[in-house]
């Protein structure tokens, strides 16, 4: 996965909980990294263990989902009133989304957070997030609640299965979402399970489970992928009133058709191609967007995210529900670039295909 996916947040809903302030510290070299001449960390060499024979996750992650959770959720039969949410989530753009509401993430905190820090000791396992929020994994041999308040972010115990790390988590409630974009709801039934594998210095494999039978027919597994991110720290990221500058997210689906005008198929057609933007965070990975003709608009295809439609209001603008999208015309005609307007500023994409 690229960072791909806080572009289609912004499409129709919220880049709120990808936005990162990254960087802290950012000329102090963390001690007792394995180092080369150059002075770079060896993110190959063997992981470090803890007093009592145990893989040590302490460090700072940049966590990246390797498969979309939206596509993975449809596929996993939601209830009918799982269906009916999220179609109505994506038709008011979002603004339901606790991201936009400035209220904690969740559980997707474990599949979509951009970053998290882990603090390891032998009765629990603190993981710190830039947005203030923070978990705690007991290892101190105490069970799971029988009738647990529901809360943000679960209640949460860990054992330790050889050199894999598992997480369960049960006790959320049932106003958060299992992915950034696409609306996907869960009841307090929810029960969360992580595995994390560090395989080396700088690279941790993680399985996240979520098993749901009152919304889903089967378990959901997102594959997450970590990498250590040496010499630097989390540095806070408030969301205080965020839902007040988000005026685009005020109406529906319906107000971007109303702008709707009619753009001649030719037009449409020098659109068609796939388009590389550059990463939104230092460390990122540039990600692609394939157009295609959709229905008198275009359809945009993000690179391991959903297909968005975007409707035109001029020969060159469109909305994506939301967000705007231009593309700009070169000699002759031909449309190698295009701009796409998000709340946090400009992404230029160049034509690659």
């Avoid at 802290?24 to 263990?49: E, F």
């Avoid at 947005?131 to 041999?141: C, E, N, P, V």
């Avoid at 679960?154 to 049960?170: D, K, P």
Wanted: with cysteine; charged share 25%.
């Amino acid at each position: 996965m690229t960072h791909a996916f806080r572009f289609t947040a912004a499409a129709g809903l919220t880049l709120l909980l990808t936005q990162t302030a990254f960087a802290q510290w950012i000329d102090y070299k963390t001690p007792g990294l394995p180092r080369g001449a150059d002075g770079k960390v060896n993110l190959t060499a063997p992981r470090p263990m803890t007093a009592d024979g145990k893989p040590d996750l302490t460090g700072l992650w940049r966590m990246e989902p390797r498969i979309d959770p939206s596509r993975t959720l449809d596929a996993a039969g939601p209830q009918p009133w799982v269906v009916d949410a999220a179609k109505k989530f994506m038709h008011e753009l979002g603004r339901e989304d606790t991201g936009v509401l400035c209220l904690p993430s969740g559980p997707r905190a474990a599949t979509s957070a951009p970053y998290a820090k882990f603090i390891q000791t032998p009765a629990v396992t603190t993981i710190l997030y830039e947005s203030l929020a923070y978990r705690q994994i007991f290892t101190d041999g105490r069970p799971l609640p029988k009738d647990p308040n529901p809360t943000w972010l679960g209640y949460s115990v860990g054992r330790w299965e050889g050199n894999t790390f598992v997480i369960t988590t049960i006790g959320y409630n049932d106003r958060t979402f299992l992915d950034d974009f696409g609306g996907h709801r869960h009841t307090e039934a929810l029960r969360v399970t992580e595995r994390i594998t560090r395989r080396d210095i700088g690279h941790m494999d993680i399985e996240v489970t979520w098993e749901d039978p009152k919304a889903y027919a089967k378990p959901i597994v997102i594959p997450v992928e970590a990498t250590l991110q040496p010499d630097t720290d989390l540095i806070e990221y408030v969301c205080n009133e965020n839902e007040r500058s988000r005026p685009h997210l005020i109406g529906t689906a319906d107000d971007d058709k109303k702008l709707q005008v009619e753009v001649a198929a030719n037009v449409l057609a020098r659109y068609v191609g796939t388009f590389r933007f550059p990463p939104m965070v230092p460390g990122d990975k540039p990600f692609d967007v394939i157009v295609t003709v959709k229905e008198g608009g275009l359809a945009l295809e993000i690179e391991r995210g959903p297909t968005i439609t975007a409707l035109p209001t001029s020969p060159t603008k469109f909305l994506a529900q939301g967000v705007a999208v231009e593309f700009l015309p070169g000699p002759g005609g031909v449309v190698n670039e295009v701009v796409v307007t998000i709340v946090e500023g400009e992404l230029k994409g160049v034509r690659v295909k």
